[in-house]
């Protein structure tokens, strides 16, 4: 069965319904090491590129999963249009694209941009686990602190904070969802611009950590 360390972990992979980390792998597969774990990836990626296959292994989330290629995605859209994005208001991903570019927030702020109360998206969002209580700001009433979690990163496929895209590339996400109208948030004027990504670092921020809030 050693000899078949690929298949088993090609098996993972596709049961799996959230990325897998090296060290999730290898505490199944305990007589091979992470940096094996990652030669075999390696191999597989290689071996679905020379085989002409439609997937790949991607790392995103801080692991691993499988991936379909963006030239399949016209017939995966069509297949799965009803679900999509689990029927996220555009509300849900307005509230949801403030916090992951500028992040951690609390809710005045949010409800400031957007010019609305977003209790109910937040409560929508902490429900469906894309964002998280990062703990309670040191300012008058303590609010909470909101950021994103790694299962939005898995749902955007996305591996970490910087490759999140581009406003415009935002925009048209939120346009495919038939999200976009005249009453919808300039979101250029209240994100910051896709040129200091790199510098994408939480606010200096006092806070405490969450103790089992909701």
Not at 48 to 66: C, L
Not at 102 to 123: C, F, H, Y
Not at 152 to 176: C, H, M, R, W, Y
């Amino acid at each position: 069965m050693e000899n078949n360390w690929d298949k088993i972990l090609e098996a993972m992979l596709f049961s799996a319904d959230e990325p897998l980390t090296l060290e999730k792998i290898s505490g199944v597969l305990s007589l091979v090491s992470p940096d094996q774990i990652q030669a075999i990836i390696d191999q597989l990626n290689q071996k679905y590129n020379d085989n002409g296959h439609s997937f790949r292994i991607r790392e995103v989330g801080g692991g691993f999963q499988v991936y379909t290629l963006p030239e399949y995605a016209t017939w995966i859209e069509n297949l799965w249009k009803k679900t999509r994005w689990q029927r996220l208001s555009r509300a849900a991903l307005e509230t949801l694209a403030i916090v992951a570019y500028r992040q951690p927030m609390v809710k005045a702020e949010i409800d400031k941009i957007r010019g609305v109360l977003s209790d109910g998206t937040l409560r929508t969002l902490l429900e469906r686990n894309l964002i998280e209580i990062k703990g309670r700001e040191k300012s008058p009433g303590r609010p909470l602190l909101y950021q994103t979690t790694e299962k939005f990163l898995s749902f955007f496929g996305i591996n970490d904070l910087k490759e999140l895209p581009q406003l415009k590339e935002l925009k048209t996400v939120l346009e495919a969802e038939n999200l976009s109208g005249k009453d919808e948030l300039d979101l250029e004027k209240v994100l910051p611009s896709p040129l200091v990504l790199d510098n994408l670092e939480t606010p200096q921020r006092v806070f405490d950590q969450p103790q089992g809030e909701s």
